[in-house]
Every structure is written in C-alpha cells, then in structure tokens.
C-alpha cells in the first residue's frame, strides 16, 4: 500500500499541531504507523491522498449512520450556506430538530441543542448538580463523556486506548466528586449510593458502552440504575452520544424501555457537522438560563447549517425499515467475523447491539473495562494493519466500536469477511 503522501503531510502536520493530529486516536498510536490522511469519502468508502481507499467503519467515529456524504444532506446543508451559516439569533431550523428529538426520545421534554458531545455532558452534569444541590457524580470505568475535568477518571476512548489512567491538569478537587464503579456492577453501585447518597447528584451511564468496545448492558444493569437513584433522588443520565438514533430512533432508552432523567445526544444528531444536545424533564431544563440560573451559552449552538444536516440525517432514519436492515447487516459482519475467527483457532469475544458492532481478541466473556483490558491488543494492532491493506478502515483501537451506515452492502460486507479470513489466519 502507497502511503507517501500520507507520510509527507503526517510530519508537517507534526510541525503545527500536536502530535499532528486534533484528536488523540487519530494519530494510531495504539496499533502503530502513520495515520492515513483522507481526501474524500462517499458512502461507505473512504479514499486517502495516495490513492487507496477503504471500506469505512469508522465513519468519523459513529455520526455518520447515512454513511459519507449522503445526497440530501449534502445539498440541504449547500443551500443553507447560502443564506448564512450563523445569526446568532433563533432560527425556525433549530425548533426544528429540537422537536424531533422530543418526539424521538421519550426523557426528552426539552432539549438544549449545543455544538459537541462534551458540551452536551458538561451542561447536563452541571444541571444535575443544581437541581439536586448536591456535588458528587458517578460514573462508570471505561465510559468515556467527553474531555471535561471531573469526567477524565477511568474513562474510555483514547484514554483507554493510550492508557491513560487520569489526566494530569484536572485538580483533584475536582476529581474528588467523581465516584466510579465497574460497567454492569450493580452491587458496587448500590454500595456507593447507600454511602454517598446525601452527596450524589446523579450517576451517569453510557447505556451501551461505545468507548472500551462495545460492551452491552447485562439485562437487569439499567432497571436496577432507574430504581436505585429514584429511590435515593438521584438523577440518573444517559449519555447516548453514541446510541442517540443509532440502535433504535428513540436511542438505547427505548431500545430497552428504560426512562432515565437527562439524556445527552451529538455525533448523529449533526449529521456530521457539530451538533450534541441534553435535555430531560420539563422541571430539569427550567433551570437553565434564562428561565433558570444554570447558565449555559454558545455561539454558534444550533446554526443553521449543523442543525440542517441533523434534521436531514433524522429524516432519513424515519423511513420504515432503516434500522432491521442495518442490525441484519452488523449481524451478518458480526457473525463472518467469528466464523473466520473460529477457522483461524483465534479466541475472540464478538459483541452488538444493532449496528455497533465489537471483537475483542480475549476469550471473554467482556462485561467490563476489566475484562475489555484482557484483550491482546498487539493482536489488534496487527489485525487492524492487514485489514487495511485488504481495503478496509477499523478504529486504529481496540477499544472502540466498529459502526455500520445504511451505505455498507451485502457485498462490502462479504468483501470485509473475507479480508478478515485472510488477515486472521497465522496471526
Ligand atoms: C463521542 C462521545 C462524547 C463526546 O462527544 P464529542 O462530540 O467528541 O465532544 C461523549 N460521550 C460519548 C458516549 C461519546 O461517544
């Protein structure tokens, strides 16, 4: 594979920004190389400044459910350009895609839209906080909610990926009110809860966890979180910036039929432009400003042109059919995946939910980051290697999830197996 353009604009990227990259995973740290630098995609393929191209299951880290560049958004987001991409005053397209996202998820009453993910936490934490006026949160090791201070300990994503345990310039008085419990271990939840419940303002999950692979929820993880802070006035929060509109319209809470108090979206909701949202109850959002004094501001929140490609991309989710067609897609890469495995005599730990698809190569079973952790992530790096030379683009981490788009076919799929069969064998 020819990958001098890449190499050449990799070392100059080294120049200006650090490590060459504006996000951490990006730069391959973990499986080794250089990152590849992209010139375009469409649909599910991705085509590098040297030429090669790939089918795509990283598609920018999950927003991309209609896969790159889909026609509608495309020229939906053209023409909004065209009459201005920021007022800095409301606009009719922002109601817009707020009222589909309340009538999309059944916590949301009122969403605030913001511009990333990070955004979306950072705001409803700090709703959460005030509503309860109480300090302490509680999260789970392995879930990653974005880079904000007290939401660095134990998380997922390049954390997990560079092994970073904590993040040195976040204060320890800050990550004093950070409780974390193991993914799925509802024992040590409770235990934390009966001790720090005077102090708890909510316990936050990623329903199904997206940033240590793909790590479903055991069946009784979620009804127990809802009764146990209901029980104590704990808020509970799902962090769906991953799940949001991937595993089912109304997100994982109506995937499994539990109701949590706020929710944060992004990544699909903008369609791939920056988008994230949190919203909850009626009596939660009114504190924020300005009918409430939880301040809480942007710019550039909810610009015409972010806000266009969400709406167009939820639209595009609303025809029949959309989401059966990609959990029958994932499963069919899920399963090619540990048919090859099997053949190969290699142990791997396969995990899905609808279209997030996780292999983890340890023989399981994976419930946690602990056991995430287990996996032979130099067998990842050499994995991930052949699989880009056969023409296909995983997260350059074990510890991420692999996403499809309503873009894959059935034969990218088989092209994907049979890449996988030959890079597997001898590994
Ligand atoms: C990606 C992600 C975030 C952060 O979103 P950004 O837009 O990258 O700030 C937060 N929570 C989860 C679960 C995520 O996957």
Known sequence: MKTTASKRLFSEAQQYIPGGVNSPVRAFRSVGGQPLFIKRAKGCRLYDVDGNSFIDYVLSWGPLILGHAPASVVKAVMQAALKGTSFGAPTE??????????????????????????????????????????????????????????????????????????????????????????????????????????????????????????????????????????????????????????????????????????????????????????????????????????????????????????????????APGVYQKLDARAAELSEGLGAAAKKAGIPLTRTRVGSMVGAFFTKGPVVDFASAKQSNTQAYAKFFHRMLEKGVYLAPSQFETAFLSTAHTASDIAHTIKGARAALRNL
Do not use: W
Request: aromatic fraction near 6%; charge should be positive; include cysteine.
């Open 93 to 318: 397209l922002e109601v817009r895609l707020a009222r589909m996202i309340v009538e999309a998820v059944p916590s949301i009453k009122e969403a605030r839209l913001v511009s990333s993910g990070t955004e979306a936490v950072m705001s409803a934490i700090r709703l959460a906080r005030a509503y309860t006026n109480r300090d302490a949160i509680l999260k789970f090791e392995g879930c990653y909610h974005g880079h904000s201070d007290y939401l660095l300990a134990k998380a997922g994503s390049g954390l997990a990926t560079l092994g970073l345990p904590d993040c040195p310039g976040v204060p320890a008085d800050f990550t004093r009110h950070t409780l974390t419990a193991p993914y799925n271990d509802i024992k040590t939840v409770q235990r934390l809860i009966q001790r720090h419940h005077r102090n708890l303002a909510c316990v936050i999950v990623e329903p199904i966890a997206g940033n240590m692979g793909v790590v479903p929820p055991a069946a009784e993880f979620l009804p127990a979180l809802r009764e146990l802070t209901r029980e104590h006035g704990v808020l509970l929060i799902f962090d769906e910036v991953i799940t949001g509109f991937r595993v089912h319209y109304g997100g994982a809470q109506s995937l499994y039929g539990v109701t949590p108090d706020l929710t944060c979206l992004g990544k699909i909701i903008g369609g791939g432009l920056p988008v994230g949202a949190y919203g909850g109850a009626r009596q939660i959002m009114r504190l924020v400003a300005p009918v409430g004094p939880v301040y809480q501001a942007g710019t550039l929140s909810g610009n015409p042109l972010a806000v266009t490609a969400g709406i167009k991309t939820l639209e595009a989710l609303q």
